[in-house]
Protein backbone atom coordinates (compact mmCIF):
# COMPACT_ATOMS: atom_id res chain seq x y z
CA UNK A 1 0.00 0.00 0.00
CA UNK A 2 2.81 2.16 1.22
CA UNK A 3 4.48 1.91 -2.26
CA UNK A 4 1.21 2.31 -4.39
CA UNK A 5 0.43 5.55 -2.25
CA UNK A 6 3.87 6.71 -3.37
CA UNK A 7 3.31 5.76 -7.34
CA UNK A 8 0.02 7.88 -7.04
CA UNK A 9 1.78 11.00 -5.32
CA UNK A 10 4.43 10.87 -8.38
CA UNK A 11 1.88 10.95 -11.01
CA UNK A 12 0.31 13.56 -9.15
CA UNK A 13 3.19 15.81 -9.53
CA UNK A 14 3.72 14.78 -13.40
CA UNK A 15 0.26 16.27 -14.25
CA UNK A 16 0.87 20.47 -13.88
CA UNK A 17 4.00 20.03 -16.05
CA UNK A 18 2.05 17.63 -18.78
CA UNK A 19 -0.86 20.16 -18.74
CA UNK A 20 1.64 23.43 -19.31
CA UNK A 21 3.35 21.65 -22.57
CA UNK A 22 0.25 20.66 -23.93
CA UNK A 23 -1.46 24.09 -23.48
CA UNK A 24 0.72 27.14 -23.68
CA UNK A 25 -0.34 30.50 -22.66
CA UNK A 26 -2.38 32.65 -24.85
CA UNK A 27 -3.83 35.80 -25.41
CA UNK A 28 -6.81 36.75 -27.26
CA UNK A 29 -7.53 40.21 -28.46
CA UNK A 30 -10.68 41.93 -30.41
CA UNK A 31 -10.62 45.03 -32.36
CA UNK A 32 -12.78 48.29 -33.06
CA UNK A 33 -13.54 48.91 -36.74
CA UNK A 34 -12.45 52.42 -38.34
CA UNK A 35 -14.96 54.42 -40.60
CA UNK A 36 -12.16 56.00 -42.63
CA UNK A 37 -11.87 56.44 -46.22
CA UNK A 38 -8.59 54.06 -47.02
CA UNK A 39 -6.24 54.64 -49.93
CA UNK A 40 -6.06 50.88 -50.60
CA UNK A 41 -4.82 49.40 -54.56
CA UNK A 42 -6.83 48.06 -56.63
CA UNK A 43 -10.26 49.19 -55.07
CA UNK A 44 -12.60 52.53 -54.56
CA UNK A 45 -13.47 55.66 -57.41
CA UNK A 46 -10.82 56.32 -59.95
CA UNK A 47 -9.80 58.84 -62.38
CA UNK A 48 -10.51 58.78 -66.00
CA UNK A 49 -7.29 59.55 -67.77
CA UNK A 50 -6.83 59.27 -71.57
CA UNK A 51 -4.23 60.19 -74.49
CA UNK A 52 -3.72 60.57 -78.28
CA UNK A 53 -1.17 59.66 -80.73
CA UNK A 54 -2.16 61.34 -83.96
CA UNK A 55 -0.89 60.81 -87.69
CA UNK A 56 1.75 63.48 -87.08
CA UNK A 57 2.90 62.15 -83.98
CA UNK A 58 1.22 64.70 -81.81
CA UNK A 59 -1.42 64.34 -79.44
CA UNK A 60 0.08 62.39 -76.60
CA UNK A 61 0.22 64.01 -72.96
CA UNK A 62 2.27 62.09 -70.61
CA UNK A 63 0.70 61.31 -67.40
CA UNK A 64 2.14 63.61 -64.33
CA UNK A 65 3.20 62.14 -61.06
CA UNK A 66 2.08 65.23 -58.94
CA UNK A 67 -1.02 64.95 -59.96
CA UNK A 68 -1.00 60.93 -59.51
CA UNK A 69 0.45 61.54 -55.96
CA UNK A 70 -2.30 63.76 -55.03
CA UNK A 71 -4.94 61.47 -56.19
CA UNK A 72 -3.75 59.23 -53.26
CA UNK A 73 -2.82 61.75 -50.65
CA UNK A 74 -6.29 64.51 -51.30
CA UNK A 75 -8.61 61.93 -52.29
CA UNK A 76 -7.89 58.79 -50.88
CA UNK A 77 -7.82 57.36 -55.03
CA UNK A 78 -5.37 54.80 -55.81
CA UNK A 79 -6.27 53.80 -59.52
CA UNK A 80 -6.71 55.76 -63.32
CA UNK A 81 -8.56 54.23 -66.28
CA UNK A 82 -5.93 54.93 -68.22
CA UNK A 83 -7.25 54.98 -72.10
CA UNK A 84 -4.43 54.67 -74.70
CA UNK A 85 -5.36 56.02 -78.52
CA UNK A 86 -3.57 54.88 -81.47
CA UNK A 87 -5.06 56.78 -84.02
CA UNK A 88 -2.31 57.05 -85.73
CA UNK A 89 -1.74 52.99 -85.99
CA UNK A 90 -5.20 52.18 -87.40
CA UNK A 91 -4.10 52.72 -90.51
CA UNK A 92 -0.62 50.67 -90.38
CA UNK A 93 1.07 47.57 -88.39
CA UNK A 94 3.76 49.01 -87.04
CA UNK A 95 3.72 50.60 -83.81
CA UNK A 96 6.46 53.72 -83.49
CA UNK A 97 9.11 53.22 -81.15
CA UNK A 98 8.68 56.03 -79.94
CA UNK A 99 5.05 55.16 -78.91
CA UNK A 100 5.91 52.33 -77.27
CA UNK A 101 8.44 54.93 -74.82
CA UNK A 102 5.82 56.69 -73.97
CA UNK A 103 3.69 54.09 -72.84
CA UNK A 104 6.41 52.69 -70.80
CA UNK A 105 6.94 56.11 -69.35
CA UNK A 106 3.76 56.38 -68.40
CA UNK A 107 3.79 52.99 -66.34
CA UNK A 108 6.78 54.19 -64.37
CA UNK A 109 5.15 57.40 -63.11
CA UNK A 110 2.31 55.16 -62.19
CA UNK A 111 4.47 53.42 -59.85
CA UNK A 112 6.76 56.38 -58.42
CA UNK A 113 2.86 57.78 -57.54
CA UNK A 114 2.24 54.47 -55.57
CA UNK A 115 -1.29 53.69 -57.85
CA UNK A 116 -2.32 50.98 -60.27
CA UNK A 117 -3.29 51.33 -63.84
CA UNK A 118 -6.65 49.98 -65.94
CA UNK A 119 -5.57 49.72 -69.02
CA UNK A 120 -7.65 50.18 -72.23
CA UNK A 121 -6.59 50.81 -76.12
CA UNK A 122 -8.52 52.06 -78.77
CA UNK A 123 -8.38 53.61 -81.84
CA UNK A 124 -11.44 56.06 -82.35
CA UNK A 125 -13.66 58.51 -81.18
CA UNK A 126 -16.62 59.18 -82.43
CA UNK A 127 -17.03 62.21 -84.69
CA UNK A 128 -20.48 64.99 -85.16
CA UNK A 129 -24.08 63.93 -84.67
CA UNK A 130 -25.30 61.21 -83.42
CA UNK A 131 -25.42 58.48 -84.26
CA UNK A 132 -22.24 58.98 -84.38
CA UNK A 133 -21.38 58.82 -88.58
CA UNK A 134 -18.88 55.97 -90.63
CA UNK A 135 -16.19 55.21 -91.00
CA UNK A 136 -15.58 55.00 -87.73
CA UNK A 137 -12.38 54.71 -87.23
CA UNK A 138 -10.83 51.65 -85.53
CA UNK A 139 -8.28 48.49 -87.14
CA UNK A 140 -9.43 45.15 -88.61
CA UNK A 141 -8.37 42.11 -86.39
CA UNK A 142 -5.57 40.98 -88.44
CA UNK A 143 -3.80 44.61 -87.37
CA UNK A 144 -5.16 44.28 -83.88
CA UNK A 145 -3.80 41.05 -83.30
CA UNK A 146 -0.26 42.63 -84.38
CA UNK A 147 -0.45 46.03 -82.19
CA UNK A 148 -1.34 43.40 -79.17
CA UNK A 149 1.65 41.13 -80.03
CA UNK A 150 3.88 44.54 -80.15
CA UNK A 151 2.71 45.58 -76.89
CA UNK A 152 3.02 42.45 -74.91
CA UNK A 153 6.69 43.10 -73.85
CA UNK A 154 5.48 46.64 -72.25
CA UNK A 155 2.44 45.04 -70.27
CA UNK A 156 4.80 42.21 -69.13
CA UNK A 157 7.32 44.42 -67.80
CA UNK A 158 4.50 46.24 -66.17
CA UNK A 159 2.13 43.78 -65.43
CA UNK A 160 3.12 45.24 -61.09
CA UNK A 161 1.14 48.17 -62.11
CA UNK A 162 -1.52 47.34 -64.20
CA UNK A 163 -4.39 46.25 -62.33
CA UNK A 164 -6.24 44.85 -65.37
CA UNK A 165 -6.69 45.52 -68.94
CA UNK A 166 -10.13 46.11 -71.22
CA UNK A 167 -10.48 44.47 -74.22
CA UNK A 168 -11.00 47.76 -75.94
CA UNK A 169 -9.83 48.14 -79.38
CA UNK A 170 -12.75 47.48 -81.01
CA UNK A 171 -15.13 50.15 -81.99
CA UNK A 172 -15.39 53.50 -80.34
CA UNK A 173 -13.86 54.43 -77.11
CA UNK A 174 -12.75 50.76 -77.67
CA UNK A 175 -16.31 49.87 -76.20
CA UNK A 176 -17.34 46.99 -79.03
CA UNK A 177 -20.08 48.67 -80.33
CA UNK A 178 -19.76 51.32 -82.87
CA UNK A 179 -16.81 49.70 -85.52
CA UNK A 180 -16.33 48.93 -89.01
CA UNK A 181 -15.14 45.44 -88.56
CA UNK A 182 -16.67 43.71 -86.01
CA UNK A 183 -19.87 43.76 -86.90
CA UNK A 184 -22.05 45.68 -89.59
CA UNK A 185 -21.23 49.32 -89.44
CA UNK A 186 -24.79 50.34 -91.02
CA UNK A 187 -26.28 48.44 -88.21
CA UNK A 188 -24.09 47.77 -84.41
CA UNK A 189 -26.23 45.27 -83.75
CA UNK A 190 -25.63 43.11 -86.66
CA UNK A 191 -22.37 40.70 -85.36
CA UNK A 192 -22.02 37.53 -87.80
CA UNK A 193 -20.11 34.50 -86.21
CA UNK A 194 -17.00 35.09 -88.18
CA UNK A 195 -17.02 38.81 -85.86
CA UNK A 196 -17.56 37.09 -82.94
CA UNK A 197 -14.81 34.65 -83.89
CA UNK A 198 -12.50 37.89 -84.26
CA UNK A 199 -13.96 39.70 -81.55
CA UNK A 200 -12.55 36.57 -79.15
CA UNK A 201 -9.15 36.70 -81.06
CA UNK A 202 -8.46 39.94 -79.32
CA UNK A 203 -9.70 38.56 -75.91
CA UNK A 204 -7.70 35.75 -76.35
CA UNK A 205 -4.55 37.26 -77.58
CA UNK A 206 -4.82 40.07 -74.87
CA UNK A 207 -4.96 36.98 -72.08
CA UNK A 208 -1.93 35.45 -74.21
CA UNK A 209 0.14 38.96 -73.81
CA UNK A 210 -0.55 39.34 -69.75
CA UNK A 211 0.63 37.21 -67.11
CA UNK A 212 -1.45 34.36 -66.30
CA UNK A 213 -2.55 36.35 -63.09
CA UNK A 214 -3.84 38.99 -64.66
CA UNK A 215 -7.03 39.46 -65.98
CA UNK A 216 -9.21 41.40 -69.25
CA UNK A 217 -12.86 43.37 -68.73
CA UNK A 218 -14.90 42.99 -71.90
CA UNK A 219 -18.36 45.40 -72.18
CA UNK A 220 -20.85 43.23 -71.57
CA UNK A 221 -21.82 39.85 -69.50
CA UNK A 222 -23.22 38.57 -73.30
CA UNK A 223 -19.70 39.29 -74.66
CA UNK A 224 -18.51 36.83 -72.63
CA UNK A 225 -21.16 34.04 -72.72
CA UNK A 226 -21.00 33.75 -76.56
CA UNK A 227 -17.55 34.02 -77.27
CA UNK A 228 -16.62 31.21 -74.40
CA UNK A 229 -19.76 29.26 -75.07
CA UNK A 230 -21.44 29.30 -71.30
CA UNK A 231 -25.23 30.65 -70.68
CA UNK A 232 -26.91 33.31 -69.05
CA UNK A 233 -27.50 32.86 -65.56
CA UNK A 234 -26.27 31.64 -62.17
CA UNK A 235 -25.66 28.34 -63.64
CA UNK A 236 -23.48 30.08 -66.24
CA UNK A 237 -20.92 31.63 -64.22
CA UNK A 238 -17.90 30.70 -62.53
CA UNK A 239 -17.84 28.67 -59.15
CA UNK A 240 -15.54 28.46 -56.61
CA UNK A 241 -13.86 25.41 -58.16
CA UNK A 242 -12.79 27.50 -61.20
CA UNK A 243 -11.61 30.20 -60.02
CA UNK A 244 -8.28 31.38 -60.49
CA UNK A 245 -7.23 28.33 -62.46
CA UNK A 246 -5.81 30.28 -65.49
CA UNK A 247 -8.42 29.35 -67.96
CA UNK A 248 -10.15 31.91 -70.00
CA UNK A 249 -12.85 31.92 -68.35
CA UNK A 250 -11.77 32.64 -64.44
CA UNK A 251 -9.88 35.82 -66.27
CA UNK A 252 -12.35 37.51 -68.24
CA UNK A 253 -14.73 40.17 -66.02
CA UNK A 254 -16.99 43.23 -67.05
CA UNK A 255 -17.09 46.62 -67.12
CA UNK A 256 -20.61 48.36 -67.06
CA UNK A 257 -19.98 52.00 -68.92
CA UNK A 258 -23.45 52.64 -68.62
CA UNK A 259 -24.61 52.03 -65.22
CA UNK A 260 -27.68 52.50 -63.56
CA UNK A 261 -28.66 54.60 -66.96
CA UNK A 262 -31.89 52.55 -68.11
CA UNK A 263 -33.21 49.21 -67.27
CA UNK A 264 -31.19 47.17 -69.49
CA UNK A 265 -28.08 49.85 -68.91
CA UNK A 266 -28.23 51.26 -72.89
CA UNK A 267 -27.93 47.71 -74.09
CA UNK A 268 -25.26 46.40 -71.11
CA UNK A 269 -28.20 43.50 -70.11
CA UNK A 270 -29.32 41.84 -73.21
CA UNK A 271 -30.75 38.81 -71.16
CA UNK A 272 -34.97 38.25 -71.48
CA UNK A 273 -35.50 38.83 -68.84
CA UNK A 274 -32.62 40.96 -67.93
CA UNK A 275 -32.00 39.59 -64.49
CA UNK A 276 -30.96 36.90 -66.23
CA UNK A 277 -27.73 38.33 -66.85
CA UNK A 278 -27.82 40.48 -63.40
CA UNK A 279 -27.49 36.67 -61.93
CA UNK A 280 -24.83 36.16 -64.24
CA UNK A 281 -22.68 38.37 -63.36
CA UNK A 282 -23.61 38.39 -59.63
CA UNK A 283 -21.98 34.93 -59.52
CA UNK A 284 -19.30 35.84 -61.82
CA UNK A 285 -18.23 38.51 -59.96
CA UNK A 286 -17.43 36.68 -56.65
CA UNK A 287 -14.07 35.75 -58.60
CA UNK A 288 -13.46 38.45 -61.55
CA UNK A 289 -13.52 42.48 -61.51
CA UNK A 290 -16.83 44.25 -61.92
CA UNK A 291 -16.43 48.45 -62.16
CA UNK A 292 -17.14 50.93 -64.86
CA UNK A 293 -19.18 54.53 -64.49
CA UNK A 294 -22.50 56.25 -64.34
CA UNK A 295 -23.73 58.01 -67.77
CA UNK A 296 -27.14 59.06 -66.99
CA UNK A 297 -29.85 60.31 -64.15
CA UNK A 298 -32.16 57.19 -64.19
CA UNK A 299 -34.29 57.96 -61.05
CA UNK A 300 -35.12 55.90 -59.10
CA UNK A 301 -32.92 52.97 -60.11
CA UNK A 302 -30.12 55.63 -60.57
CA UNK A 303 -30.57 57.21 -56.82
CA UNK A 304 -28.38 55.92 -53.91
CA UNK A 305 -30.56 53.14 -52.17
CA UNK A 306 -30.84 51.51 -55.68
CA UNK A 307 -27.71 51.74 -57.06
CA UNK A 308 -25.68 50.71 -53.57
CA UNK A 309 -28.23 47.68 -53.57
CA UNK A 310 -26.83 47.12 -56.93
CA UNK A 311 -23.34 47.80 -56.64
CA UNK A 312 -23.29 45.54 -53.36
CA UNK A 313 -24.96 42.76 -55.34
CA UNK A 314 -22.86 42.67 -58.58
CA UNK A 315 -19.67 42.90 -56.43
CA UNK A 316 -18.39 46.29 -58.04
CA UNK A 317 -14.90 47.12 -57.59
CA UNK A 318 -14.26 50.74 -58.80
CA UNK A 319 -16.40 53.96 -60.72
CA UNK A 320 -15.43 56.52 -62.36
CA UNK A 321 -15.59 59.62 -60.03
CA UNK A 322 -15.61 61.77 -63.03
CA UNK A 323 -18.39 60.81 -64.85
CA UNK A 324 -21.57 60.89 -65.05
CA UNK A 325 -21.49 63.62 -61.85
CA UNK A 326 -25.06 64.36 -62.13
CA UNK A 327 -25.85 60.61 -61.00
CA UNK A 328 -22.91 61.32 -58.70
CA UNK A 329 -24.23 64.47 -57.25
CA UNK A 330 -27.51 62.87 -56.26
CA UNK A 331 -25.86 60.33 -54.24
CA UNK A 332 -24.81 63.23 -51.42
CA UNK A 333 -23.39 62.18 -48.81
CA UNK A 334 -23.36 58.79 -49.35
CA UNK A 335 -20.68 58.76 -51.95
CA UNK A 336 -18.67 58.36 -48.64
CA UNK A 337 -20.28 54.98 -48.23
CA UNK A 338 -19.04 54.26 -51.66
CA UNK A 339 -15.71 55.20 -50.74
CA UNK A 340 -15.64 52.99 -47.88
CA UNK A 341 -17.35 49.63 -49.33
CA UNK A 342 -16.37 49.86 -53.01
CA UNK A 343 -14.14 46.58 -53.46
CA UNK A 344 -12.75 45.07 -50.45
CA UNK A 345 -12.77 46.23 -47.20
CA UNK A 346 -10.70 44.14 -44.41
CA UNK A 347 -11.28 43.93 -41.08
CA UNK A 348 -10.04 42.66 -37.69
CA UNK A 349 -12.71 41.45 -35.66
CA UNK A 350 -10.45 39.07 -33.03
CA UNK A 351 -7.14 37.05 -32.78
CA UNK A 352 -5.65 34.62 -30.80
CA UNK A 353 -2.06 34.04 -30.07
CA UNK A 354 0.68 32.24 -28.46
CA UNK A 355 2.22 34.27 -25.68
CA UNK A 356 5.04 32.54 -24.77
CA UNK A 357 7.53 30.09 -26.41
CA UNK A 358 11.24 29.36 -26.62
CA UNK A 359 12.90 30.14 -29.81
CA UNK A 360 11.98 28.65 -33.30
CA UNK A 361 9.30 27.17 -30.84
CA UNK A 362 5.53 26.81 -32.12
CA UNK A 363 3.46 29.75 -32.28
CA UNK A 364 -0.40 29.13 -32.79
CA UNK A 365 -2.28 32.14 -34.48
CA UNK A 366 -5.90 32.29 -34.72
CA UNK A 367 -7.14 35.94 -36.81
CA UNK A 368 -10.99 36.40 -37.83
CA UNK A 369 -11.09 39.20 -40.61
CA UNK A 370 -14.10 40.29 -41.74
CA UNK A 371 -14.99 41.85 -45.17
CA UNK A 372 -17.07 45.08 -45.28
CA UNK A 373 -16.68 45.70 -48.74
CA UNK A 374 -19.06 44.90 -51.45
CA UNK A 375 -16.46 42.59 -53.21
CA UNK A 376 -12.95 40.48 -52.57
CA UNK A 377 -9.64 41.33 -54.10
CA UNK A 378 -9.11 40.18 -57.91
CA UNK A 379 -5.43 40.16 -58.07
CA UNK A 380 -3.07 38.21 -55.92
CA UNK A 381 -1.89 39.15 -52.67
CA UNK A 382 0.43 37.28 -49.85
CA UNK A 383 -0.55 37.31 -46.33
CA UNK A 384 3.05 37.22 -43.66
CA UNK A 385 3.12 37.42 -40.09
CA UNK A 386 5.88 39.72 -38.61
CA UNK A 387 7.80 39.18 -35.73
CA UNK A 388 9.07 42.91 -34.63
CA UNK A 389 11.38 44.27 -32.04
CA UNK A 390 13.74 47.45 -31.88
CA UNK A 391 16.49 44.97 -33.10
CA UNK A 392 14.99 42.28 -35.39
CA UNK A 393 12.45 41.41 -37.94
CA UNK A 394 11.10 38.04 -39.26
CA UNK A 395 8.29 37.68 -41.79
CA UNK A 396 6.70 34.12 -42.44
CA UNK A 397 4.66 33.53 -45.40
CA UNK A 398 1.34 31.66 -44.27
CA UNK A 399 -0.82 29.57 -46.39
CA UNK A 400 -3.91 32.16 -46.93
CA UNK A 401 -5.91 33.07 -50.34
CA UNK A 402 -7.46 36.46 -49.82
CA UNK A 403 -9.23 36.45 -52.93
CA UNK A 404 -11.73 34.27 -51.39
CA UNK A 405 -12.42 36.64 -48.73
CA UNK A 406 -15.59 37.23 -50.08
CA UNK A 407 -18.02 40.18 -49.51
CA UNK A 408 -19.99 40.19 -46.09
CA UNK A 409 -18.13 37.24 -44.66
CA UNK A 410 -16.01 36.46 -41.72
CA UNK A 411 -12.95 34.52 -42.66
CA UNK A 412 -11.00 31.97 -39.70
CA UNK A 413 -7.80 31.56 -40.21
CA UNK A 414 -5.34 29.78 -37.69
CA UNK A 415 -1.35 29.07 -38.53
CA UNK A 416 0.88 27.34 -36.77
CA UNK A 417 4.97 29.00 -37.35
CA UNK A 418 8.28 28.84 -35.83
CA UNK A 419 8.90 31.61 -33.32
CA UNK A 420 12.00 33.61 -34.06
CA UNK A 421 15.31 32.44 -33.05
CA UNK A 422 16.08 35.14 -30.98
CA UNK A 423 14.92 35.09 -27.82
CA UNK A 424 13.35 38.67 -26.70
CA UNK A 425 9.36 40.40 -26.43
CA UNK A 426 7.74 40.73 -30.09
CA UNK A 427 4.99 42.14 -31.74
CA UNK A 428 3.04 40.48 -34.01
CA UNK A 429 2.37 42.24 -36.89
CA UNK A 430 0.23 41.10 -40.04
CA UNK A 431 1.10 41.86 -43.75
CA UNK A 432 -0.73 41.20 -47.35
CA UNK A 433 1.70 42.52 -49.89
CA UNK A 434 1.31 42.72 -53.87
CA UNK A 435 3.51 39.97 -54.18
CA UNK A 436 5.36 42.24 -56.93
CA UNK A 437 6.00 44.97 -55.33
CA UNK A 438 6.39 43.89 -51.78
CA UNK A 439 8.62 46.36 -51.08
CA UNK A 440 6.22 49.05 -51.15
CA UNK A 441 4.13 49.48 -48.14
CA UNK A 442 1.47 51.94 -50.41
CA UNK A 443 0.47 48.28 -52.14
CA UNK A 444 -0.12 46.38 -49.14
CA UNK A 445 -3.92 46.10 -47.93
CA UNK A 446 -4.45 48.53 -44.65
CA UNK A 447 -7.00 46.91 -42.45
CA UNK A 448 -9.82 48.67 -41.72
CA UNK A 449 -9.21 49.12 -38.02
CA UNK A 450 -8.50 51.60 -35.58
CA UNK A 451 -4.58 51.96 -34.40
CA UNK A 452 -3.53 49.40 -36.63
CA UNK A 453 -1.96 50.66 -39.34
CA UNK A 454 2.14 50.88 -39.92
CA UNK A 455 2.47 53.26 -43.50
CA UNK A 456 6.04 53.65 -43.31
CA UNK A 457 5.94 49.75 -43.47
CA UNK A 458 2.68 48.63 -44.79
CA UNK A 459 2.14 46.09 -41.64
CA UNK A 460 -0.86 46.11 -39.51
CA UNK A 461 -0.30 45.69 -35.71
CA UNK A 462 -2.14 42.95 -33.98
CA UNK A 463 -1.56 44.09 -30.93
CA UNK A 464 -0.17 41.11 -29.54
CA UNK A 465 2.88 40.36 -27.78
CA UNK A 466 5.16 37.33 -28.17
CA UNK A 467 7.87 36.44 -25.39
CA UNK A 468 10.53 34.29 -26.96
CA UNK A 469 13.44 32.91 -24.20
Same mark, same amino acid.
Given at each position: MRRLA???????????????????PTTTRTYTTSD?????????????????????????????????????TEEH????????????????????????????????????????VIVRFAYALPGDGWPPPTPYGDAPVARVL???????????????????????????????YYTDYFSNPQDPSQVSDQNWADRKAVVTALLTALPKDRMVQVRTPYMKQRMFGVPTGKEGALSEDQAYDGSALARVGHHNDCFLASPDDFGTYLSDPIELDKDFVAQDTNYVPEGGETCAVNSPRSDWESASAEMARLHFSFLNTDYNQDVL????????????????????????????????????????????????????????????? *???????? #? &???? !? /????????? $? *???????? #? &???? !? /????????? $?SSRPEYSIRLANNGTWQPGTGYNDLGQTVSVG
Open positions: AAVCAIGLLLPAQQAIAAPEVIANPERGFYHHTETHYKADNTGYVPLDLTTLRNFRITQILRVFYLEKFASQDVIDKQYLDLVRADFRTARAAGIKKHIQQLTPVLRQNADVIELVQSGFVGLWGEGDTWGDNLEVAKQKLGYRFALTQSTVTSKTRPRGQVQVGVKIRNDGWAAPYNPHQVQLIFQN *DKHTFKVT #V &PAEP !R /LWGAGTTTN $L *DWKVAAPP #V &PGKY !R /LLINLPDPL $L
